[in-house]
């Protein structure tokens, strides 16, 4: 048994991602402002009150990736100074276009659809965007400590969250403790607010613990894969914003392109892929690299460098498939609980503003000094009475519409339009986990590999070298494979061992050994994108957090 210091801290978040960080501002700022005011009136003080927020990154936005329009709402709102403070937005959008790609061609719409007209939002790098906040919300009194991972959620006697083991440090790759070894602390807090982004490791387990998602439609997601591309001086134009459907997804891949221009001639590229296609084949890092050969996009990109690679997952199920998101001693907040909007494809200004709502219902629970259920229910009550509700209940079909194919889905989306979300169908909760659609091989060989030029397309390999990850070689891998004999016995025949195709970051092979075949899992590889997690056909893989500071150092994605 492992002896285990605990801390005690009022309100916790775990994962220091734009929902966290916006959330622990506001907290703070509302704290602050309620003391001064106690001050000046003789009102009842709440004191001191620590707020922490810990993050598995080895620094505050090491693990932020994302292909980003924003909508800066939330950020005025909390930092109204926010130019002076140097907010890192690259540009206000200039120029739009939607294109649909075939093989060879580019159509262009002649007008953007509304839902993608992104007219006084913002390219950002939400990388550089957490790494510029981060110390912002420190000054402001929030302690936030880098190299902390969430490894399990502490409840009491009553299933009321009261906070969060961390992680250890130091266990060798045999599971025995070395001779740095320092045991993870138990953080005891009032409230623990779970924004790890999608998939979290300690949301999934609290999900599922506590039913939160019963009666809900289950999570779908996608894969996002980027680039970031150097350009010749004066080619890129910031602000300029690329989205294309077609190739090369097939009709039953979801799924599409962005291409935003940045400052310093940088240029944003990437593909997001649905994950619930059907052919297990399906690879989104190679189609990324399809894409980039397409002949409209390989001469956008003729002449630039490619310098920085990341792969994330983005939830997409929308509002259907929300946990319940408060409960005894706890919220959730941000992509954790799918605060995304899937037909914009846009994100960051709902997790931020899900963490301010999130900030203000603890406040209250604070004042009352009750922090249980019935008391954080409040933090649904601000949603459910705010524009995140609208605008997540527009668009709550949206994701759903495109599970009979493309064309389907666009004319379907196109209605749901028209009729405020309901579109001929109505609301759509028969549906399926995104790995319950993979279909099973019935013999079909493995697809060619990916032929790398390594100046247009890049192998696995190549690009995380490119996401600087690193995890320390001796450690337990943080990726469990449940059940090793079902890769081998059952899932080679079936669906061809997906996860060598899936993953984005070559982790996952099946090697030969004394005439035998194993999975390999080639952990340190790990970008931490959690597509393994969710695709697995017979979700067998548990992603658990490695010790801190592992994996990538995103820089500018
Ligand atoms: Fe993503 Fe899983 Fe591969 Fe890591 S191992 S990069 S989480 S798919």
């Known amino acids: 048994m492992i002896e285990r210091e605990s801390l005690e801290v009022d309100v916790l978040f775990v994962g220091a991602g734009p929902a966290s960080l916006a959330g622990a501002l506001k907290l703070r700022q509302l704290i602050n402002a309620h003391n001064e005011q106690s001050e000046k009136t003789g009102g009842k003080s709440l004191g001191e009150i620590s707020i922490c927020v810990i993050e598995k990154g080895r620094e505050v936005g090491a693990h932020m990736c994302s292909g980003a329009v924003m909508d800066i709402r939330v950020l005025k709102e909390l930092l109204p100074n926010y130019e002076e403070l140097g907010a890192p937005l690259e540009s206000e959008v200039t120029e739009e276009d939607v294109s649909y790609l075939t093989e060879t061609g580019k159509i262009k719409s002649p007008i953007i659809p509304p839902p993608l007209n992104n007219h006084g939002k913002y390219v950002v790098s939400l990388n550089k965007l957490i790494r510029w906040l981060g110390p912002i919300v420190e000054a402001a009194g929030v302690d936030i400590y880098p190299e902390f991972p969430g490894a399990a959620v502490l409840y009491d006697d009553n299933n009321q969250v009261i906070g969060v083991q961390t992680g250890d440090k130091g266990i060798g790759k045999d599971g025995e403790p070395r001779d740095n070894f320092e045991p993870g602390a138990n953080l005891l807090a009032k409230v623990t607010v779970f924004g790890e982004g999608p998939r979290g490791s300690l949301t999934k387990k609290l999900v599922e613990k506590l039913k939160l998602d019963q009666g809900r439609n289950p999570q779908v997601y996608s894969t996002g894969v980027k680039e970031i591309w150097e350009m010749p001086k004066g080619r890129v134009k910031p602000g300029f914003v690329m989205h294309s459907l077609g190739y090369p997804l097939p009709n ?37 690299q399809q894409f980039k050969s397409h002949p409209h996009i390989a001469k ?11 792969a994330k997952t983005v939830p997409m199920g929308g509002y259907f498939a929300q946990p ?10 941000g992509d954790s609980a799918s605060f995304l909007n899937s037909q914009k494809l846009k994100g960051i200004h709902l997790a931020m503003q899900s963490g301010v709502y999130a900030a203000q219902a603890i406040f209250e629970a604070l004042l009352a000094d009750k922090y249980d259920d019935a008391q954080l229910k409040r933090y649904y009550d601000l949603v459910e009475g705010s524009y995140i509700k609208k605008e997540l209940y ?71 070298y490119h996401a600087s990850v690193e ?8 990726l469990k494979i449940l059940d090793p004999n079902i890769c081998i016995e059952r899932c080679t025949k079936e669906y061809g061992n997906p996860c060598q195709h899936f993953c984005p970051a070559a982790v996952y092979e099946v090697e030969e050994v004394n005439g035998g075949r194993r999975p390999k ?5 790990c970008v931490h994108c959690k597509t393994c997690d969710i695709m697995d056909p017979y979700q067998i893989i548990d992603w658990v957090t490695p010790e801190g500071g592992g994996g990538p150092n995103y820089i500018n994605t």
């Not at 400052?263 to 190679?286: A, C, E």
């Not at 956008?300 to 990341?310: A, D, T």
């Not at 899992?521 to 590889?525: E, L, Q, R, T």
Request: glycine share 14%; net charge negative.
């Open 521 to 525: 899992v080639n952990f340190s590889n």
């Open 394 to 464: 527009e668009v709550r079909n949206f994701h759903q519409a495109f599970e009979k194919g493309r064309i389907w889905g666009l004319i379907e989306s196109g209605l749901q339009y028209i009729t405020g979300g309901a579109g001929v169908r109505g609301d759509l909760r028969d549906v399926k986990a995104g790995h319950e659609h993979m279909q099973k091989i019935n013999g079909a060989p493995d697809p060619a590999p990916l032929q790398a030029d390594k100046k247009l397309t890049f192998d696995k390999l190549t690009d995380v």
């Open 252 to 288: 039953d891949t979801y799924g599409g392109s962005f291409i935003y221009g940045m400052q310093n001639d940088l240029l944003d590229v990437g593909l997001v892929v649905g994950l619930d296609y059907r052919n297990p084949h399906t690879d989104p890092h190679k189609l990324f």
């Open 300 to 310: 956008m990109l003729e002449g630039g460098k490619m310098l920085y690679y990341g």
């Open 324 to 333: 319940k998101y408060y409960g005894d001693g706890f919220c959730i907040i």
């Open 471 to 478: 995890h320390s070689e001796d450690q337990p891998s943080h």
